[in-house]
């Protein structure tokens, strides 16, 4: 479904657009896509940062809530979403979690947990996916999107070229999960 252009108000002034390559490499790191997102959207929109490491040894999960998202900071396929933390074989968390940082060779990628995102019913909320396309955002998700998150991935993808975005709303909230390029 392709939304309306994005409006030439919402395009960021020169200044934040030079080192446009940069920018992109940035959103890259999940960890620096989270201040890049607080920058356009405000900290408001961003998941509860429980903590970060270099390695998953580091980890003391028992600081930790019971439920969280486990991430690593860059690849893919490199999150566990921890519906009760008594309940996951930790073990074998770590074991994930230290894969997940050696498929990224010459990189110093972290691992963090953020806040889980629950819907209503206790299950994961659900992530609406978009996507620019030319100078028009497109949603890629089978619902359609409430105005909020149509406004708050414009804003992320103002200036941008090639760029996934996937939001949430919780409660109301409009809260980041990513921006990728294409």
């Known amino acids: 479904m392709l939304l309306p252009p994005i409006p030439p108000h919402a395009i960021p002034p020169l200044g934040e657009l030079h080192g446009l390559a940069r ?3 940035r959103t890259a790191d999940r960890l620096a896509a989270r201040t890049f997102a607080a ?3 405000g900290p408001d929109c961003l998941p509860r940062l429980h903590g970060q490491w270099f390695g998953a040894d580091e980890i003391d999960f028992a600081k930790l809530p019971a439920g969280f ?3 690593a900071s860059r690849g893919h396929a490199s999150t566990r979403l921890v519906m009760a933390r008594d309940q996951v074989d930790l073990m074998a968390l770590r074991q994930a979690a230290d894969r997940w940082l050696a498929r990224e060779p010459g990189q110093r990628p972290r691992l963090f947990a953020e806040e889980l995102l629950l819907g209503r019913s206790g299950a994961p909320a659900l992530a609406w996916r978009f996507r620019l396309v030319g100078e028009r955002l497109e949603a ?3 619902a359609p999107p409430d105005h909020r998150l149509v406004t708050a991935a414009a804003r992320l993808a103002a200036g941008l070229d090639g760029v996934r ?3 949430h709303l919780v409660e109301g909230r409009v809260v980041f999960g990513s921006i990728r390029r294409e």
């Open 140 to 142: 890629l998700s089978d």
């Open 39 to 41: 920058g356009r959207l």
């Open 23 to 25: 920018l992109l490499a």
């Open 165 to 167: 975005i996937r939001l």
């Open 69 to 71: 998202a486990l991430k």
